[in-house]
């Protein structure tokens, strides 16, 4: 089975914006929830935020309404727009599965916010 790809993570000032995406392999993806995870410095991993295949998504009181997740089930990709951001948004960030896939967690996106 092959790890995801994350990509799009780098520094940012506080309030500024970014997009993450995600490539994950068919079998991953198809019929899956899917979820962004992250991990800040220190900390363990969370969810941020996950979606079902249909496309209903859930987010962490911490980034609701900054935070939006979608997919492209065609192009089995996963991405998360992030807006107004603060620096407790540092971490590297993650896709998987929902739950996670014990053995499928990739090499994840480093997201800095400087304030």
């Known amino acids: 089975q092959l790890q995801p790809v994350e990509s799009g993570g780098r520094l940012v000032q506080a309030g500024g914006s970014l997009r993450l995406s995600c490539a994950a392999s068919?079998?991953?993806?198809?019929?899956?929830?899917m979820a962004w995870y992250r991990q800040p410095p220190g900390k363990q991993r969370e969810v941020v935020a996950r979606?079902?295949?249909?496309?209903?998504?859930g987010y962490d009181d911490s980034v609701k309404g900054r935070f939006t997740i979608s997919r492209d089930n065609a192009k089995n990709t996963l991405s998360l727009q992030m807006d107004r951001l603060q620096p407790e948004d540092t971490a590297v960030y993650y896709c998987?599965?929902?739950?996670?896939?014990?053995?499928?967690w990739g090499q994840g996106t480093q997201v800095t916010v400087s304030s």
């Open positions: 068919r079998n991953m993806f198809a019929g899956s929830t």
């Open positions: 998987n599965t929902y739950p996670p896939l014990r053995n499928s």
């Open positions: 979606i079902l295949y249909r496309g209903d998504a």
